[in-house]
């Protein structure tokens, strides 16, 4: 393997223009590189973009600042300034037709569970603890072993298969211990009863950094600041072949307004999906290592954004909804992000948040279709009459989450291996190494790259290995610092 070390007048192509991709820009602009950035869409943040409709901004999957590393956090206030807004965190859970708070409060468990449920569950918890399953396999294990039988059932199956359609069982134990590490039944009522003083449990974020026009408006002004620094960024560009000799890239296929161009590179920093990234590869690679990236799953995600003639709906910034019988997943309320994301203080603009597969029904619904589903729901829920909806618009996200499947490591490993001899390539973000990385993680591990790519040594599938700020429930989208977390 061939290492590159960066130096001026080097072609660097980064592929991808969500956080990762445009941070690691950033940094190689930065450093005199002026890297060249492909991206397939017309708009740049990938997931973490904002969306206008009509005046109305909408996120896709609700994005949270938040971080323990000062890198990112000085990058982010310098982008914004007083644009980044401080918000409280408030998030409820929908079940069985109440309301559940979340950050969970004994009273308010007790009042929608019953004495008896309640005591059921702890008596189950406790059996677990006595007899635990092991060896821990999959996300059904993780959660038993920490919950209990009886609280697994009520708050984790119904939800988690929702949004990953699959069983919990073909989840893999790796996806809990990565996004919910720390969390039980114990840690969960330590922090009922904690008084609110710092240091109490820090895994809970209670407040996060949020821009005022939607996270977009951060990658808007990486995207100006990129370009100031020399770099380019390609809107509608899609890399299409990926050519190597056996120890580097050498030349990138890009398509652009239905033409083809060969691009020499001197190294890559690519944010692709692992799958699309192997199988576009020239020469091909080996039979094993091809089949090991079709073995790959994402979870796929559409927002249907309502607006709703209604000045307030609900006080929260978002609400999951467990109840199996509904197809929604969970509820954003993009006003209570930032006022400003709504144009009219009269009205107001829900995200009804939908996890498919690519294909799948809700995938193939028409635009009026799927409002129209979201309509009922939203009025079935009992927040907005179908009356007060005005009208909505459809957004679907491909690829959004990168799925934890049975099989996933053993052929995540498979690809690591055989990316190891290219070494002008560097993986980095959530799609472009399957990892469930939070915002910040992928932001980090791009800027660490760079490094890499100067000489330096660092290991990227360790970031995010060992942190200890994650959130007390699983975080999905979305996404994580920067996402928005999953119970």
């Given at each position: 393997m061939n290492k590159v070390h960066l130096r001026k007048g080097m072609e660097v192509v980064v592929i991808g223009a969500g956080p990762a991709g445009l941070t690691a820009a950033h940094a190689l602009t930065a450093s005199g590189?002026?890297?060249?950035?492909?991206?397939?869409?017309?708009?740049?943040?990938?997931?973490?973009?904002t969306v206008e409709y009509k005046g109305f901004r909408f996120d896709l999957g609700g994005h949270r600042f938040f971080t323990k590393q000062p890198l990112i956090r000085t990058l982010w206030q310098s982008?914004?300034?007083?644009?980044?807004?401080?918000?409280?965190?408030?998030?409820?859970?929908?079940?069985?037709?109440?309301?559940?708070?979340?950050?969970l409060k004994p009273l308010n468990v007790l009042r929608n569970l019953g004495v008896s449920t309640s005591?059921?569950?702890?008596?189950?918890?406790?059996?677990?603890?006595?007899?635990?399953?092991?060896?821990?396999?999959?996300?059904?294990d993780w959660v038993t072993n920490r919950f209990g039988d009886r609280l697994f059932e009520l708050f984790f199956r119904a939800y988690t298969e929702k949004v990953w359609g699959v069983p919990c069982t073909a989840i893999g134990a790796q996806w809990a211990a990565q996004r919910i590490r720390g969390l039980?039944?114990?840690?969960?009522?330590?922090?009922?009863?904690?008084?609110?003083?710092?240091?109490a449990i820090r895994s809970l974020v209670e407040e996060f950094l949020y821009?005022?026009?939607?996270?977009?408006?951060?990658?808007?002004?990486?995207?100006?600041?990129i370009r100031e620094q020399g770099g380019t960024v390609c809107l509608d560009s899609r890399v299409t072949g990926i050519h190597h000799d056996g120890s580097?890239?050498?030349?990138?296929?890009?398509?652009?307004?239905?033409?083809?161009?060969?691009?020499?590179?001197?190294?890559?920093?690519?944010?692709?999906?692992?799958?699309?990234?192997?199988t576009a590869l020239k020469p091909e690679p080996p039979a094993a290592v091809v089949a090991a990236a079709l073995r790959?799953?994402?979870?796929?995600f559409l927002t249907v954004a309502l607006i709703v003639d209604a000045a307030e709906l609900f006080p929260d910034n978002w609400i999951y909804i467990h109840d199996p019988s509904l197809r929604v997943g969970r509820i954003q309320n993009y006003k209570n992000w930032s006022p400003a994301m709504v144009p009219d203080p009269t009205l107001t603009c829900v995200g009804m948040e939908y996890f498919c597969r690519a294909g799948d029904d809700l995938w193939r619904m028409n635009d009026d279709a799927l409002v129209d589903l979201a309509t009922r729901e939203l009025e079935r829920i009992g927040i907005a009459a179908r009356g007060l909806v005005r009208e909505g618009v459809v957004v679907r996200m491909p690829k959004a989450y990168p799925l934890y499947d049975e099989g996933f490591d053993?052929?995540?490993?498979?690809?690591?291996?055989?990316?190891?001899?290219?070494?002008?390539?560097?993986?980095?973000?959530?799609?472009?190494?399957?990892?469930?990385?939070?915002?910040?993680h992928s932001m980090l591990t791009a800027m660490l790259a760079v490094r890499n790519l100067f000489g330096e040594r660092h290991d990227l599938w360790g970031i995010n290995a060992d942190d200890d700020y994650h959130e007390l429930q699983s975080d999905l989208s979305a996404g994580a610092a920067g996402d928005v977390d999953v119970p």
């Open positions: 590189v002026p890297a060249v950035v492909c991206e397939q869409d017309g708009q740049v943040g990938g997931i973490a973009r982008l914004l300034g007083d644009e980044l807004l401080t918000r409280p965190r408030l998030s409820r859970i929908y079940f069985d037709g109440r309301y559940y708070d979340y950050p005591l059921r569950a702890i008596g189950s918890y406790l059996r677990r603890k006595v007899r635990p399953i092991a060896p821990e396999t999959s996300f059904a039980s039944l114990r840690t969960a009522v330590l922090h009922m009863f904690a008084l609110r003083r710092g240091g821009p005022r026009l939607g996270p977009g408006q951060m990658w808007e002004a990486l995207e100006r600041q580097g890239i050498t030349a990138l296929e890009v398509e652009r307004a239905g033409s083809g161009e060969l691009r020499r590179v001197d190294a890559v920093i690519s944010t692709m999906p692992l799958r699309h990234l192997i790959l799953n994402y979870r796929d053993a052929a995540l490993a498979t690809i690591r291996e055989y990316l190891e001899r290219f070494g002008n390539l560097q993986v980095v973000g959530r799609n472009g190494m399957h990892r469930y990385n939070n915002m910040d």
